[in-house]
C-alpha cells in the first residue's frame, strides 16, 4: 500500500475544511414526510397543494404495471391530470432522462410523481433539472450546484427501503456511452414531499430487499465515519438508521409482509439520507459507481460486498466511530475500540451472507481496473471527507480485494 504524497493529502484536507464551513450556512432542507400504510392514498391532496394540473408519473415497468395504476386512478378521480413514464431501468442513462423531459414538455406537465427506488427518483430530478436548465447538458450538471434554479413541483414515492433518493440533493445518472456516472448535486433537487408507505414496498422480493437494505446502510455508515461537515443531526440520523437496519432489515427479508419491519425501513432509509446529504458518502460509493458504470451492478448489491472491505481498509481511522455503532447496534459493548470496530464489521459481513449477498465481484475485469481508479478518485477527491483518502495504486488494491 502507498501513502498519498503530502502536499496533496494537505491540499484534499484544507479544500474538505473550506468547503465544509461554506456547507454549515447553506440553507438545507428536507422534504414533508408523510408516512404510514395507505399514506399514498393523500398524494392528490399533495399535488393540489403545489398547484399541479398535470402530473408526469415516472417509474420502471414492474412498478408501473402493478404500483402505479392505482396511484394514477386516485389522482384522476381528484380531477388532476397523469402522464405516465415507466421506462426506467436500473441505472438510468441521459437518453432516459431525454425522453422524459420531451415528453415532460410535449404533454404540458406541471410537475413530477417519482414512484420507484432511487432509480425512477433520480430519473425524474435529472429531467426536472434539464426542464429548468434547457441549455445544460447532464454532463455540464455533474458536481456540486450545479442547477440553482427551482423545480416544478416533486413527490417521491420510494418502493425500496435504500436509495434514500427522496431527501437527497443528489441524481446519480449514466453515461451509455462512456459508461461513466454523473452525480448531479444541487439543493433544488430535494422533492416537495416524500410519502413512505410500507404496503408499496410489501411485495418486493428478498434479494432487492437485502441490496437496497444494505445500501441505506451504507449511507449511514460512510456519514458517520466522515471527517468533515457532520453535526449532531446527521450523527443522530445515521446512528438511528443504522440501529434501525440491524433490528429490522433481516426481519424484512424473511417476511416481505412485516409491515412494521418495512415502515421502519423506510423510515431508515430516509434518516440514512439526510445523513449523508449533508455529511457526505465516500470511497465506498465511489467504487461502487463505477462497478454500476462499467458492469450494470446493482448499486445496493455493489455498495454491500465493498462496505465492509473498505471499513476494514480504513484501520485505526475510522475505529472510534465504528466502535460507537457497535455500541448502538448490541453488536459489541465491551473491549477496545479496535475490537468492537473489528466486530461490527464481522456483523456486516454475516448480515450479507445470512441474506445471500456474496462476498466478492468477480465481474471485475484487470484491464479495466485503471479506468475504475480514475473514475473513483475523480469522484472522491478532494470533496469526499473521508478517514483515508485513496491514491492510484491504493484504490486499486482495494479494488482487486472487492474482486476476491
Given at each position: 500500500?502507498?501513502?498519498?504524497?503530502?502536499?496533496?493529502?494537505?491540499?484534499?484536507?484544507?479544500?474538505?475544511?473550506?468547503?465544509?464551513?461554506?456547507?454549515?450556512?447553506?440553507?438545507?432542507?428536507?422534504?414533508?414526510?408523510?408516512?404510514?400504510?395507505?399514506?399514498?392514498?393523500?398524494?392528490?391532496?399533495?399535488?393540489?397543494?403545489?398547484?399541479?394540473?398535470?402530473?408526469?408519473?415516472?417509474?420502471?415497468?414492474?412498478?408501473?404495471?402493478?404500483?402505479?395504476?392505482?396511484?394514477?386512478?386516485?389522482?384522476?378521480?381528484?380531477?388532476?391530470?397523469?402522464?405516465?413514464?415507466?421506462?426506467?431501468?436500473?441505472?438510468?442513462?441521459?437518453?432516459?432522462?431525454?425522453?422524459?423531459?420531451?415528453?415532460?414538455?410535449?404533454?404540458?406537465?406541471?410537475?413530477?410523481?417519482?414512484?420507484?427506488?432511487?432509480?425512477?427518483?433520480?430519473?425524474?430530478?435529472?429531467?426536472?433539472?434539464?426542464?429548468?436548465?434547457?441549455?445544460?447538458?447532464?454532463?455540464?450538471?455533474?458536481?456540486?450546484?450545479?442547477?440553482?434554479?427551482?423545480?416544478?413541483?416533486?413527490?417521491?414515492?420510494?418502493?425500496?427501503?435504500?436509495?434514500?433518493?427522496?431527501?437527497?440533493?443528489?441524481?446519480?445518472?449514466?453515461?451509455?456511452?462512456?459508461?461513466?456516472?454523473?452525480?448531479?448535486?444541487?439543493?433544488?433537487?430535494?422533492?416537495?414531499?416524500?410519502?413512505?408507505?410500507?404496503?408499496?414496498?410489501?411485495?418486493?422480493?428478498?434479494?432487492?430487499?437485502?441490496q437496497t437494505g444494505m445500501d441505506a446502510l451504507t449511507h449511514a455508515v460512510e456519514a458517520y465515519v466522515s471527517v468533515y461537515s457532520t453535526t449532531k443531526e446527521t450523527d443522530r440520523c445515521a446512528e438511528e438508521a443504522t440501529a434501525a437496519i440491524f433490528r429490522y432489515l433481516e426481519r424484512a427479508y424473511a417476511n416481505g409482509h412485516d409491515l412494521e419491519?418495512?415502515?421502519?425501513?423506510?423510515?431508515?432509509?430516509?434518516?440514512?439520507?439526510?445523513?449523508?446529504?449533508?455529511?457526505?458518502?465516500?470511497?465506498?460509493?465511489?467504487?461502487?459507481?463505477?462497478?454500476?458504470?462499467?458492469?450494470?451492478?446493482?448499486?445496493?448489491?455493489?455498495?454491500?460486498?465493498?462496505?465492509?472491505?473498505?471499513?476494514?481498509?480504513?484501520?485505526?481511522?475510522?475505529?472510534?466511530?465504528?466502535?460507537?455503532?457497535?455500541?448502538?447496534?448490541?453488536?459489541?459493548?465491551?473491549?477496545?475500540?479496535?475490537?468492537?470496530?473489528?466486530?461490527?464489521?464481522?456483523?456486516?459481513?454475516?448480515?450479507?451472507?445470512?441474506?445471500?449477498?456474496?462476498?466478492?465481484?468477480?465481474?471485475?475485469?484487470?484491464?479495466?481496473?485503471?479506468?475504475?481508479?480514475?473514475?473513483?478518485?475523480?469522484?472522491?477527491?478532494?470533496?469526499?471527507?473521508?478517514?483515508?483518502?485513496?491514491?492510484?495504486?491504493?484504490?486499486?488494491?482495494?479494488?482487486?480485494?472487492?474482486r476476491g
Amino acid at each position: 500500500m502507498t501513502d498519498m504524497k503530502p502536499i496533496k493529502r494537505f491540499y484534499y484536507r484544507a479544500y474538505q475544511t473550506v468547503f465544509d464551513l461554506g456547507l454549515r450556512v447553506l440553507p438545507w432542507r428536507k422534504p414533508e414526510i408523510v408516512s404510514g400504510a395507505g399514506s399514498t392514498a393523500r398524494i392528490p391532496e399533495l399535488l393540489r397543494s403545489c398547484g399541479v394540473k398535470k402530473v408526469m408519473i415516472v417509474s420502471g415497468k414492474h412498478t408501473g404495471a402493478v404500483l402505479v395504476p392505482p396511484i394514477r386512478a386516485q389522482i384522476e378521480a381528484a380531477g388532476i391530470s397523469a402522464v405516465h413514464f415507466d421506462g426506467v431501468r436500473a441505472n438510468p442513462t441521459i437518453s432516459i432522462i431525454e425522453q422524459v423531459r420531451e415528453r415532460y414538455l410535449a404533454e404540458g406537465c406541471d410537475g413530477f410523481l417519482a414512484v420507484g427506488g432511487g432509480s425512477p427518483m433520480d430519473t425524474a430530478k435529472a429531467a426536472a433539472a434539464r426542464i429548468v436548465r434547457p441549455n445544460c447538458t447532464v454532463e455540464q450538471m455533474t458536481g456540486l450546484f450545479k442547477v440553482m434554479h427551482a423545480l416544478p413541483p416533486f413527490i417521491a414515492v420510494p418502493t425500496t427501503a435504500g436509495s434514500g433518493s427522496e431527501t437527497t440533493i443528489a441524481a446519480v445518472i449514466t453515461n451509455e456511452k462512456t459508461h461513466h456516472k454523473h452525480a448531479i448535486m444541487d439543493l433544488c433537487l430535494v422533492p416537495r414531499f416524500a410519502v413512505l408507505d410500507a404496503v408499496l414496498t410489501e411485495d418486493l422480493p428478498p434479494a432487492t430487499t437485502a441490496q437496497t437494505g444494505m445500501d441505506a446502510l451504507t449511507h449511514a455508515v460512510e456519514a458517520y465515519v466522515s471527517v468533515y461537515s457532520t453535526t449532531k443531526e446527521t450523527d443522530r440520523c445515521a446512528e438511528e438508521a443504522t440501529a434501525a437496519i440491524f433490528r429490522y432489515l433481516e426481519r424484512a427479508y424473511a417476511n416481505g409482509h412485516d409491515l412494521e419491519a418495512r415502515q421502519e425501513m423506510l423510515l431508515a432509509s430516509f434518516k440514512a439520507g439526510v445523513a449523508f446529504t449533508r455529511a457526505g458518502v465516500g470511497n465506498v460509493h465511489a467504487i461502487a459507481h463505477t462497478l454500476g458504470g462499467l458492469y450494470n451492478t446493482a448499486h445496493g448489491l455493489a455498495n454491500a460486498v465493498i462496505l465492509p472491505i473498505v471499513l476494514e481498509d480504513y484501520g485505526a481511522a475510522a475505529e472510534e466511530k465504528l466502535a460507537r455503532l457497535a455500541e448502538i447496534t448490541g453488536t459489541k459493548t465491551t473491549g477496545t475500540a479496535h475490537e468492537k470496530s473489528a466486530a461490527f464489521i464481522a456483523a456486516i459481513r454475516a448480515m450479507n451472507e445470512r441474506m445471500g449477498i456474496p462476498g466478492h465481484l468477480d465481474v471485475i475485469c484487470e484491464d479495466d481496473i485503471p479506468q475504475m481508479v480514475a473514475w473513483a478518485l475523480r469522484e472522491a477527491n478532494p470533496t469526499y471527507p473521508v478517514p483515508v483518502m485513496y491514491d492510484e495504486a491504493h484504490c486499486a488494491e482495494v479494488i482487486r480485494r472487492v474482486r476476491g
